[in-house]
């Protein structure tokens, strides 16, 4: 499918207010919606339930102390656990690295986190739509087309085999209003992302 130049530019804003979320940059998130005109906010059933401070507070409680309400934000948590774990989560953790070095892509080191947590995956996406756009300008049809092809890889093997998983995993243990309707929206857009990439 061919997205027009403020499709993709539509695309790369809901994409990179996601990884806010999943981050916990909620400054970022807030300049998001500050520029947005308010029937767009609309498309967003979690920002109504938006207050900063519960918001900040439920974070922690759900993406990042482990206790009764958290949940995993890191893929290695949710692939499939051989006799040797911790090699398959080392050679998952290498294959992103690889491809993060492809496009230049140093977030996780920027922000000190791993590779695999979903706030990161979900802002590679994001690098490669902002490359894509560039690709688009000086009508650069190849590299394009394997920005195209890395994005495919990423959803289909990253973010695509975890969803089921982490919304069993998250149900019983998201309990604020914002982060259940943020998992919910997550989910189904990268389900519809996966249909128009695959």
């Known amino acids: 499918m061919i997205m027009t130049k403020e499709e993709q530019h539509g695309q790369l804003v809901l994409i990179n207010i996601l990884s806010c979320i999943w981050l916990g ?19 967003f059933p979690f920002h109504s339930h938006y207050n900063q401070e519960d918001v900040k507070l439920w ?11 958290f949940v995993s934000p890191y893929f290695s948590s949710y692939i499939k656990k051989g006799h040797d774990e911790h090699e398959e989560r080392k050679k998952d953790l290498l294959c992103l690295i690889g491809l993060y070095e ?21 802002a590679f ?8 756009i560039k690709a688009d300008a000086e009508k650069d049809e190849d590299y394009k087309g394997k920005l195209a092809e890395l994005k ?3 959803i289909c093997h990253y973010i695509l085999p975890i969803l089921p998983i982490l919304e069993k995993n998250a149900h019983p243990k ?25």
Not at 59 to 69: L, Q, R, T
Not at 125 to 132: A, D
């Open 102 to 122: 492809k496009t230049g892509f140093l977030y996780p080191l920027e922000k000190e986190i791993y590779p695999d947590h979903f706030g990161c995956i979900t």
């Open 152 to 154: 495919r890889f990423v």
């Open 125 to 132: 996406l994001g690098s490669l739509i902002q490359e894509s």
């Open 174 to 198: 998201i309990k604020h209003t914002f982060f259940k309707e943020f998992l919910t929206f997550y989910i189904k857009m990268m389900q519809e992302e996966w249909r128009e990439v695959a």
């Open 25 to 43: 940059e909620w400054d970022r998130y807030e300049e998001f919606f500050r520029n947005m005109d308010d029937n767009l906010k609309e498309n």
């Open 59 to 69: 974070y922690e409680n759900h993406f990042f102390i482990p206790g009764d309400y």
